[in-house]
């Protein structure tokens, strides 16, 4: 089948590249010139894991184009996906400027039937705007269907290969026939293509999503207790969570969930529910919690420092939003840089994937390092933000010997808080017993 995806970020690369290891024929299109230049240099513009390989050979066996040229994209596409920017507009609603855009300029240019295929994660009612927007220059018939997107950075290509379902939204016995056909090779183990109509599909997404920061932020907030009550988050966390009923993923405690989909997609929840005279009060708590939790360890390094971070060089271990990913869109290690910086501290920084991306964004607001242990060279303290494999098991003896003092505040709960004690730390972790 001939497929085209509009927008080649994160969901548009993986969304392609996988449509085309599955034999169809693939164009991608983007506006940033640059990324297209890269995509068709054979240079991959993101890291995720596993997906360098199927980029490499789709291009090599020639099912993988990109272009900037919407209409050569489309050409002859019997499917278009639109893997589109929906960041939150000043309101804190879904920004629909990109895809309407998009579906502005779709509608002269189709020649034939073709499905258009919301894969952005788009408030309830969008489906319809598309379907206007296209229908004002339209001269031929199309069909407009949901498909929200619920890979994970980090890994994309495994989930959007083997997902656990498919949520597709459409009325359209049509469309239904070719979305069928195309997510075939995907689902035959058995996993179910649950069809819905189009406002269904809208919201199962954020749903999923809200609940799932709201799981996230709920353990926080017991660990927040434990650090109060004197219990061990980590114990609470198997109690609970061999419950099949709560089940143990996403029980996790740490500083806070960011990324580009979790903050973003719960304020625009709360923010559709408001426009219905709703108050969501789950999910307003949630950001509240989410907001305060990012920076916890904060008041706990000032005070470790009697107040006074000025002069202080503090390490910083990890600075994507979560392992295995090179994006730091809400990455609660930014907000942790701002306040440290903002105290007078110096940041010394090391991420095995998104030192780049930090830099462009925020530049030399502090220092790149090349590995873990130059982060910690001169360092008053080693602040850990996020749960990279390689900071699971360090060379402690290293660790200990380049920090200036012999403490540890660590934003993931990677270490035992007794071995760090017997290696001669001091120990700052979430809802766990503190080593002083
Ligand atoms: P992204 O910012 O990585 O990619 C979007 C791409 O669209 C960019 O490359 C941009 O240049 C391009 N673009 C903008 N306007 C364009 C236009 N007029 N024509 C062609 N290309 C254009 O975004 P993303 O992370 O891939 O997210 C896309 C959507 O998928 C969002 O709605 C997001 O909420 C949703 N989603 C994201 C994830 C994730 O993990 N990143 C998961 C599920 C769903």
Redesign the pocket.
């Known amino acids: 089948m001939k497929v085209a995806v509009?927008?080649?970020?994160?969901?548009?690369?993986?969304t392609g590249t996988c449509f085309a290891e599955t034999g169809n024929t693939v164009t991608c299109?983007?506006?940033?010139e640059k990324?297209v230049e890269s995509l068709n240099n054979g240079k991959i513009?993101?890291y995720e894991p596993g997906l360098e390989a199927l980029f490499e050979r789709n291009i090599k066996q020639n099912r993988l184009h990109f272009t900037?040229d919407?209409k050569e994209g489309i050409e002859g596409a019997k499917v278009i996906f639109l893997?589109?920017?929906?960041?939150p507009g000043e309101d804190g609603s879904?920004d629909l400027k990109?895809?309407l855009?998009?579906a502005d300029?779709l509608g002269p240019l189709l020649k034939d039937y073709a499905v258009i295929v919301d894969?952005?994660?788009?408030p309830v009612g969008t489906a319809e705007k598309v379907t206007a927007k296209i229908k004002q220059n339209a001269k031929v018939d199309f069909d407009v269907v949901s498909n929200?997107?619920?890979?994970?950075?980090g890994v994309?290509v495994e989930d959007f290969m083997k997902p656990d379902r498919v949520v597709v939204g459409t009325r359209s016995e049509k469309a239904k026939k070719i979305m069928d056909m195309l997510y075939a090779p995907l689902v035959r183990q058995g996993n179910p293509v649950i069809y819905m109509d189009e406002k269904s599909a809208e919201l199962t997404?954020y749903a999923a999503?809200s609940f799932l920061a709201t799981k996230i932020t709920f353990m926080n907030e017991i660990a927040n207790m434990c650090e109060l009550l004197g219990a061990d988050v980590d114990a609470v966390r198997k109690g609970v969570g061999t419950d099949t009923r709560i089940g143990k993923r996403f029980l996790f405690a740490g500083i806070g969930y960011g990324?580009?989909?979790f903050p973003?997609?719960v304020q625009a929840l709360a923010k559709s529910a408001q426009e219905v005279n709703y108050d969501f009060d789950i999910l307003n708590a949630v950001m509240n919690v989410n907001d305060k939790q990012k920076t916890k360890l904060i008041p706990q390094i000032k005070n470790y420092f009697a107040g006074d971070l000025k002069g202080k060089t503090i390490a910083l271990w990890g600075l994507s939003f979560k392992p295995y990913?090179d994006?730091i869109?809400e990455a609660p290690a930014l907000y942790n840089i701002d306040e440290l910086v903002k105290a007078g501290a110096k940041v010394q920084a090391y991420d095995p994937e998104a030192m780049e991306n930090v830099k462009g964004q925020i530049g030399d607001k502090i220092v790149y390092c090349d590995d873990q242990y130059s982060a910690l060279e001169n360092a008053d303290a080693l602040l850990i933000a996020t749960e990279w494999p390689v900071f699971r098991t360090p060379d402690f003896d290293r660790v200990h010997s380049a920090l200036k003092n012999k403490v540890i505040f660590d934003g993931r709960n990677l270490y035992n808080p007794d071995d760090m004690g017997e290696l001669g730390f001091a120990y700052y972790s979430i809802g766990r017993t503190t080593i002083n």
């Open positions: 509009v927008g080649t970020g994160y969901v548009g690369l993986v299109i983007d506006i940033d990324k513009t993101i900037t919407l893997a589109l920017p929906t960041p879904a990109y895809i855009k998009v300029d894969k952005s994660t788009v929200p997107e619920f890979l994970r950075e994309a997404k999503n990324g580009s989909c973003k997609d990913t994006d869109r």
